[in-house]
DNA sequence: TCAATGTGCTTCGAGTTCGAAGCACTTCCA
DNA sequence: TGGAAGTGCTTCGAACTCGAAGCACATTGA
C-alpha cells in the first residue's frame, strides 16, 4: 500500500498529479467563492473569519494570539494587524493574559459573536452548493478520510510557527 | 446518493465538517511548504512558480496574459506585476501577439526553462514527503477522482475573471 | 463606415502580508 | 539568585495583492 521509504521518486503517477492539481484548483476557487460571500454578507475577509471561528469554537470564547495564529498558519506579526482591525470594529477584546504577563487573549464580543451568526448560514449554504452538491456521501467520508491522514502527516513533519529564533544549521 | 436540490441545510454533517476542515488545513500547510521549498531553491514565489509550470505546460511554451491569470486564479494587474518581475529577471519574455494587438503573449526564455528544471525534482519530492506518502494509491485514486469533481462544480458555478466590466443588476 | 460597446492590459492607490528586529516577561540551570 | 536562553507579542519596512480607472485595439450593428 505505501510507498517505500527509500525510493526517490523523480516523478509523479498520473494519478498523483491529477490529484494534486485538482486538490490546488478545489482551494483556489473555493477559497475565492467563500471569499466574496464573506466580504458581501459580513464585511469580512476570509482570514478574519477563521479567526472569528476559531474564538466561537473556543469554549470560552477565548484563545492567545500565538495559538490562533498557528491554528489559521498565519504570520504573528500578520495577526496583531488583523487582531487590531477587528477590536477596532469591537468584534473582540484583546487582554493580557492572567497566567502568563507576556501573553495576550482575544476574547469574542457579543457584536462579534453577532456578525458570525450572520455570516455563518451563508458561509454553509456556499459550501454546500460549491463543494458538496457534487459529491456522494461515500465520497464525502472518503474526503475526511484521505485529508484527515495527509493533514497529520504535514502536521507531523514542520514546526509551523514558534520556530526557533535562530535555526541551528544541521 | 446525491442530496436534493431543494432542501436547504442550515448545517454541515460531522463528517462534512471534518471533510471541509481537513481540507483547509491541508490547503494551507502544504501551500507554506511548498511555498518555503520554492524560495529556497529557485528564489520563486508560489504565484511565480505556478505562471512558469503552465508556461512549460503549454505547447509552445506561449500563453496570452489573461488565461495566465484565469489558470491560477489571480488578478489581471497582479499578473502583470509578477511578469514584469519574471521579465526582469529574465525568465520569461513577453510580447504583443500576431493575432490580436491588444493581447500579451507570455513566452518562456532558457532560463526561465532552466530555472523550472532546477526547482521541479525538490517540489515533487516535497510532494510526496508532505502528501503522499501518508496516501495508498487507492487514496490517490480517489482523492484525484473527488476533487475532479468538486473542481468541475466549482468551474460550472462563477465565472471569475473577465466578468463583466459592470455587472447587470438583474 | 463609424459610433457604441466589448476586451486586453497597465497604472494607481489603498490595504494586506511577511520576516527581522526589538521589548517584555518567563524559564532554566549553574 | 541571577544571567542566559526561550517565548509572546508588537513595530517597522518592504513586498505583494487587489479593484477601479484608464488607454488602446477589436467587434458589432445600424
Redesign the interface.
Given at each position: 500500500?505505501?510507498?517505500s521509504m527509500d525510493d526517490?521518486?523523480?516523478?509523479?503517477?498520473p494519478?498523483?498529479l491529477?490529484?494534486?492539481f485538482?486538490?490546488t484548483?478545489?482551494?483556489?476557487?473555493?477559497?475565492?467563492?467563500v471569499e466574496q460571500q464573506l466580504r458581501d454578507v459580513g464585511g469580512l475577509s476570509y482570514v478574519q473569519f477563521q479567526l472569528l471561528a476559531r474564538l466561537g469554537d473556543a469554549p470560552d470564547g477565548q484563545v492567545r494570539m500565538t495559538d490562533l495564529a498557528d491554528g489559521?498558519?498565519y504570520s504573528r506579526s500578520g495577526l496583531t494587524y488583523q487582531a487590531q482591525l477587528l477590536e477596532q470594529r469591537g468584534l473582540v477584546t484583546r487582554s493580557p493574559s492572567p497566567d502568563d504577563e507576556r501573553s495576550i487573549v482575544v476574547t469574542l464580543t457579543d457584536e462579534g459573536i453577532s456578525v458570525l451568526a450572520a455570516v455563518f448560514?451563508g458561509h454553509?449554504?456556499a459550501?454546500?452548493?460549491?463543494?458538496?452538491?457534487?459529491?456522494?456521501?461515500?465520497?464525502?467520508?472518503?474526503?475526511?478520510r484521505?485529508?484527515?491522514?495527509?493533514?497529520?502527516?504535514?502536521?507531523a513533519?514542520?514546526p509551523?510557527s514558534a520556530s526557533p529564533r535562530r535555526r541551528k544549521t544541521s
Amino acid at each position: 500500500m505505501m510507498k517505500s521509504m527509500d525510493d526517490l521518486p523523480l516523478s509523479l503517477t498520473p494519478t498523483q498529479l491529477r490529484a494534486y492539481f485538482a486538490f490546488t484548483e478545489v482551494s483556489s476557487l473555493l477559497r475565492h467563492a467563500v471569499e466574496q460571500q464573506l466580504r458581501d454578507v459580513g464585511g469580512l475577509s476570509y482570514v478574519q473569519f477563521q479567526l472569528l471561528a476559531r474564538l466561537g469554537d473556543a469554549p470560552d470564547g477565548q484563545v492567545r494570539m500565538t495559538d490562533l495564529a498557528d491554528g489559521v498558519v498565519y504570520s504573528r506579526s500578520g495577526l496583531t494587524y488583523q487582531a487590531q482591525l477587528l477590536e477596532q470594529r469591537g468584534l473582540v477584546t484583546r487582554s493580557p493574559s492572567p497566567d502568563d504577563e507576556r501573553s495576550i487573549v482575544v476574547t469574542l464580543t457579543d457584536e462579534g459573536i453577532s456578525v458570525l451568526a450572520a455570516v455563518f448560514p451563508g458561509h454553509i449554504e456556499a459550501l454546500h452548493r460549491l463543494l458538496f452538491a457534487a459529491l456522494s456521501d461515500t465520497d464525502v467520508n472518503d474526503l475526511a478520510r484521505i485529508l484527515g491522514h495527509a493533514a497529520d502527516q504535514l502536521r507531523a513533519t514542520p514546526p509551523r510557527s514558534a520556530s526557533p529564533r535562530r535555526r541551528k544549521t544541521s
